[in-house]
Protein backbone atom coordinates (compact mmCIF):
# COMPACT_ATOMS: atom_id res chain seq x y z
CA UNK A 1 0.00 0.00 0.00
CA UNK A 2 2.87 2.60 1.14
CA UNK A 3 4.53 1.88 -2.45
CA UNK A 4 1.65 2.79 -4.40
CA UNK A 5 1.54 6.02 -3.00
CA UNK A 6 5.59 6.40 -3.16
CA UNK A 7 5.08 5.74 -6.73
CA UNK A 8 2.14 6.99 -7.81
CA UNK A 9 3.70 10.56 -5.76
CA UNK A 10 7.02 10.47 -7.48
CA UNK A 11 5.52 9.78 -11.06
CA UNK A 12 2.91 12.89 -10.55
CA UNK A 13 5.53 15.09 -9.58
CA UNK A 14 8.46 13.94 -11.74
CA UNK A 15 5.86 14.64 -14.73
CA UNK A 16 4.11 18.20 -12.95
CA UNK A 17 7.71 19.25 -12.72
CA UNK A 18 9.25 18.47 -16.29
CA UNK A 19 10.07 21.75 -18.54
CA UNK A 20 8.84 23.96 -15.56
CA UNK A 21 10.37 27.45 -14.82
CA UNK A 22 12.26 25.21 -12.09
CA UNK A 23 13.86 23.15 -13.87
CA UNK A 24 14.55 25.78 -16.74
CA UNK A 25 16.69 28.13 -13.63
CA UNK A 26 18.30 25.36 -12.52
CA UNK A 27 19.21 24.73 -16.05
CA UNK A 28 20.63 28.36 -16.33
CA UNK A 29 22.24 28.17 -13.26
CA UNK A 30 24.37 24.61 -14.14
CA UNK A 31 25.09 26.27 -17.27
CA UNK A 32 26.49 29.61 -15.46
CA UNK A 33 28.69 27.73 -13.24
CA UNK A 34 31.33 25.71 -13.34
CA UNK A 35 30.33 23.37 -10.16
CA UNK A 36 26.78 21.85 -11.52
CA UNK A 37 26.64 19.39 -8.18
CA UNK A 38 26.70 22.54 -5.94
CA UNK A 39 23.71 23.82 -8.45
CA UNK A 40 22.34 20.26 -7.77
CA UNK A 41 22.07 19.94 -4.38
CA UNK A 42 21.16 23.44 -3.92
CA UNK A 43 18.21 22.51 -6.01
CA UNK A 44 17.11 19.11 -4.59
CA UNK A 45 17.39 20.78 -1.11
CA UNK A 46 14.91 23.41 -2.19
CA UNK A 47 12.29 21.61 -3.75
CA UNK A 48 12.61 19.08 -0.97
CA UNK A 49 12.25 21.69 1.68
CA UNK A 50 9.18 23.31 -0.83
CA UNK A 51 7.42 19.96 -0.73
CA UNK A 52 8.17 19.43 3.02
CA UNK A 53 6.57 22.91 3.85
CA UNK A 54 3.04 21.63 1.37
CA UNK A 55 3.00 18.21 2.87
CA UNK A 56 2.72 19.42 6.43
CA UNK A 57 0.71 22.33 5.33
CA UNK A 58 -1.51 19.54 3.73
CA UNK A 59 -1.80 17.90 6.36
CA UNK A 60 -2.65 20.00 9.21
CA UNK A 61 -5.49 21.96 6.81
CA UNK A 62 -7.04 18.92 6.12
CA UNK A 63 -7.95 18.02 9.44
CA UNK A 64 -10.01 21.31 9.82
CA UNK A 65 -11.29 21.42 6.20
CA UNK A 66 -13.19 18.51 4.70
CA UNK A 67 -11.12 16.86 1.63
CA UNK A 68 -13.84 17.97 -0.76
CA UNK A 69 -13.62 21.56 -0.43
CA UNK A 70 -9.70 21.42 -0.43
CA UNK A 71 -9.96 20.07 -3.69
CA UNK A 72 -12.86 22.35 -4.90
CA UNK A 73 -10.65 25.08 -3.43
CA UNK A 74 -7.36 23.49 -5.94
CA UNK A 75 -9.59 23.16 -8.62
CA UNK A 76 -10.52 26.76 -8.67
CA UNK A 77 -7.41 27.89 -8.46
CA UNK A 78 -5.65 26.07 -10.88
CA UNK A 79 -9.09 27.28 -12.86
CA UNK A 80 -8.42 30.70 -12.34
CA UNK A 81 -4.82 30.66 -13.11
CA UNK A 82 -5.01 28.67 -16.53
CA UNK A 83 -8.40 31.46 -17.68
CA UNK A 84 -5.78 34.24 -16.67
CA UNK A 85 -2.81 32.70 -18.42
CA UNK A 86 -5.32 32.15 -21.51
CA UNK A 87 -6.30 35.46 -21.34
CA UNK A 88 -2.83 37.31 -20.64
CA UNK A 89 -1.84 34.74 -23.74
CA UNK A 90 -4.37 36.65 -26.37
CA UNK A 91 -3.25 40.11 -24.63
CA UNK A 92 -0.10 39.61 -25.58
CA UNK A 93 -1.00 38.31 -29.04
CA UNK A 94 -2.98 41.92 -29.49
CA UNK A 95 -0.35 44.05 -28.16
CA UNK A 96 1.89 42.37 -30.85
CA UNK A 97 0.40 42.82 -33.77
CA UNK A 98 -0.02 46.91 -32.77
Not at 17 to 25: H, N, R, S, V
Not at 55 to 66: D, E, H, K, R, Y
Request: glycine content about 8%; proline content about 2%.
Amino acid sequence: MIINLLISSFITIFIAELGDKTQIATLTLSGNSTKPWAVFLGSASALILATLLGVLAGGSISTFIPEIYLKLIASITFLIIGSRLIYDSFNLDKNKIK
